[in-house]
């Protein structure tokens, strides 16, 4: 059974910056994308970003809101992808999810086959 670990939301100035992370398990599949969404209060669901694995090597994407202050990472060893999320604005307030899909020529608008639980980011001004 897929499941993806979250951590890292929490409350943080405007400016700020925070860390979310994500640890799938379960997986029967090598190469995947992850991709990471958010849903603030009252508005639909957005995607953020997305790292595509491919063997060794991995490919990002950013939606253009948080282009040059988000950053996917991925560490091999501990199986866990990281969203770096810095100058975080009031905007950026939502819960944030990460989601797995076995599409590795995934494209923004595709769905997600698994997701996590979500976490909550609230940005004050």
């Known amino acids: 059974q897929v499941q993806l670990r979250e951590s890292g939301g929490g409350l943080v100035q405007a400016g700020g910056s925070l860390r979310h992370s994500c640890t799938p398990s379960g997986l029967t599949f090598d190469n995947y994308t992850m991709g990471w969404y958010r849903q603030a209060p009252g508005k639909d669901r957005e995607w953020v970003a997305a790292?595509?694995?491919?063997?060794?090597?991995?490919?990002?994407y950013y939606a253009d809101s948080v282009k040059g202050r988000f950053t996917l990472s991925r560490d091999n060893a501990r199986n866990t992808v990281y969203l770096q999320m810095n100058s975080l604005k009031p905007e950026d307030t939502a819960v944030y999810y990460c989601a797995i899909s076995q599409v590795t020529d995934w494209v923004p608008g595709d769905g997600m086959d698994y997701w996590g639980k979500g976490t909550l980011v609230t940005v004050s001004s």
């Open positions: 790292i595509i694995s491919g063997g060794k090597t991995y490919y990002t």
